[in-house]
Protein backbone atom coordinates (compact mmCIF):
# COMPACT_ATOMS: atom_id res chain seq x y z
CA UNK A 1 0.00 0.00 0.00
CA UNK A 2 1.01 3.25 -1.00
CA UNK A 3 1.98 5.45 2.14
CA UNK A 4 1.55 8.66 -0.11
CA UNK A 5 -1.82 8.12 -1.42
CA UNK A 6 -2.89 7.90 2.72
CA UNK A 7 -1.09 11.15 3.60
CA UNK A 8 -2.44 13.03 0.25
CA UNK A 9 -5.90 11.56 1.68
CA UNK A 10 -5.54 12.84 5.08
CA UNK A 11 -4.19 16.20 4.03
CA UNK A 12 -7.44 16.93 1.35
CA UNK A 13 -9.81 15.66 4.29
CA UNK A 14 -8.00 18.24 6.90
CA UNK A 15 -8.49 20.86 3.90
CA UNK A 16 -11.95 20.03 3.71
CA UNK A 17 -12.66 19.85 7.59
CA UNK A 18 -11.01 23.23 7.44
CA UNK A 19 -13.74 24.69 4.86
CA UNK A 20 -16.68 23.05 5.98
CA UNK A 21 -15.49 25.09 9.68
CA UNK A 22 -14.76 28.59 8.13
CA UNK A 23 -18.41 28.12 6.71
CA UNK A 24 -19.75 27.26 9.77
CA UNK A 25 -17.99 30.20 11.68
CA UNK A 26 -19.55 32.58 8.78
CA UNK A 27 -23.37 31.15 9.21
CA UNK A 28 -22.63 31.89 13.31
CA UNK A 29 -22.02 35.04 12.80
CA UNK A 30 -24.70 35.89 10.21
CA UNK A 31 -27.18 33.92 12.39
CA UNK A 32 -25.85 35.44 15.80
CA UNK A 33 -28.98 37.18 17.30
CA UNK A 34 -27.74 39.13 20.88
CA UNK A 35 -23.92 40.71 21.20
CA UNK A 36 -23.22 37.53 23.74
CA UNK A 37 -23.32 35.26 20.49
CA UNK A 38 -22.05 37.76 18.22
CA UNK A 39 -19.21 37.95 20.51
CA UNK A 40 -18.25 34.51 20.53
CA UNK A 41 -18.57 34.07 17.02
CA UNK A 42 -16.02 36.49 16.31
CA UNK A 43 -13.89 35.15 18.89
CA UNK A 44 -14.07 31.51 17.53
CA UNK A 45 -13.56 33.31 14.12
CA UNK A 46 -10.02 35.17 15.59
CA UNK A 47 -9.12 31.45 17.10
CA UNK A 48 -9.75 29.38 13.71
CA UNK A 49 -7.05 32.07 11.81
CA UNK A 50 -4.87 31.38 15.32
CA UNK A 51 -5.29 27.36 14.45
CA UNK A 52 -4.15 28.03 10.73
CA UNK A 53 -1.45 30.29 11.27
CA UNK A 54 0.26 27.85 14.23
CA UNK A 55 -0.50 24.95 11.69
CA UNK A 56 1.53 26.82 8.80
CA UNK A 57 4.56 27.07 10.88
CA UNK A 58 4.24 23.41 11.67
CA UNK A 59 3.75 22.09 8.41
CA UNK A 60 7.02 25.04 7.58
CA UNK A 61 8.86 23.13 10.23
CA UNK A 62 8.27 19.20 9.28
CA UNK A 63 10.12 20.37 6.17
CA UNK A 64 13.15 19.12 7.73
CA UNK A 65 12.19 16.13 9.73
CA UNK A 66 12.96 12.61 7.96
CA UNK A 67 8.94 12.49 6.86
CA UNK A 68 7.53 9.71 9.03
CA UNK A 69 4.10 10.76 10.14
CA UNK A 70 2.16 9.13 13.36
CA UNK A 71 -1.32 9.62 13.27
CA UNK A 72 -1.92 9.69 16.80
CA UNK A 73 0.80 12.52 17.41
CA UNK A 74 -0.87 14.06 14.78
CA UNK A 75 -4.27 13.69 16.64
CA UNK A 76 -2.82 15.20 19.89
CA UNK A 77 -0.96 17.93 18.56
CA UNK A 78 -4.20 18.90 16.53
CA UNK A 79 -6.07 19.25 19.46
CA UNK A 80 -2.85 21.04 21.33
CA UNK A 81 -2.74 23.52 18.42
CA UNK A 82 -6.92 23.55 18.96
CA UNK A 83 -6.67 24.60 23.01
CA UNK A 84 -3.83 26.78 22.22
CA UNK A 85 -4.99 28.64 19.83
CA UNK A 86 -8.28 29.26 22.02
CA UNK A 87 -5.87 30.75 24.76
CA UNK A 88 -4.23 33.12 22.39
CA UNK A 89 -7.57 34.45 21.47
CA UNK A 90 -8.77 34.78 25.48
CA UNK A 91 -5.58 36.30 26.12
CA UNK A 92 -5.49 38.95 23.52
CA UNK A 93 -8.79 39.84 24.03
CA UNK A 94 -8.54 43.40 24.35
CA UNK A 95 -10.18 46.60 22.53
CA UNK A 96 -7.60 45.89 19.64
CA UNK A 97 -8.00 41.91 19.18
CA UNK A 98 -9.83 40.51 15.72
CA UNK A 99 -12.18 39.35 17.76
CA UNK A 100 -13.35 43.00 19.17
CA UNK A 101 -12.90 44.92 15.76
CA UNK A 102 -15.37 42.30 14.51
CA UNK A 103 -17.30 42.93 17.17
CA UNK A 104 -17.60 46.34 17.54
CA UNK A 105 -17.81 46.22 13.33
CA UNK A 106 -21.24 43.58 13.24
CA UNK A 107 -22.63 45.74 16.34
CA UNK A 108 -22.16 49.00 14.30
CA UNK A 109 -23.71 47.26 10.78
CA UNK A 110 -26.36 45.35 12.63
CA UNK A 111 -29.66 45.83 10.96
CA UNK A 112 -28.16 47.04 7.52
CA UNK A 113 -28.38 45.75 4.09
CA UNK A 114 -25.14 44.63 2.29
CA UNK A 115 -25.59 47.84 0.14
CA UNK A 116 -26.34 49.97 3.32
CA UNK A 117 -23.15 48.93 4.78
CA UNK A 118 -20.80 49.59 1.53
CA UNK A 119 -22.27 52.86 1.44
CA UNK A 120 -21.32 53.67 5.27
CA UNK A 121 -18.21 52.21 5.01
CA UNK A 122 -17.68 54.61 1.58
CA UNK A 123 -18.99 57.48 3.52
CA UNK A 124 -16.70 57.04 6.58
CA UNK A 125 -13.71 56.58 4.22
CA UNK A 126 -14.87 60.09 2.51
CA UNK A 127 -15.97 58.65 -0.76
CA UNK A 128 -18.38 59.81 -2.63
CA UNK A 129 -21.15 56.93 -4.46
CA UNK A 130 -23.66 57.76 -6.66
CA UNK A 131 -25.09 53.93 -5.55
CA UNK A 132 -24.64 52.48 -8.82
CA UNK A 133 -22.00 50.25 -10.31
CA UNK A 134 -19.96 50.37 -13.25
Known amino acids: MDMGNISNLTDYSASLASA ?40 ASEVFSDGEKNQQVDYFMDTAITKTAEQM ?18 KRNSGLTVEEILAKNAAEQGVVTDGSEE
Open 20 to 59: QNAQKLSSNAQAAKTDDEMLDACKEFETYLWEQVIKSMKS
Open 89 to 106: TEQSLGSNSLAMQMYEQM
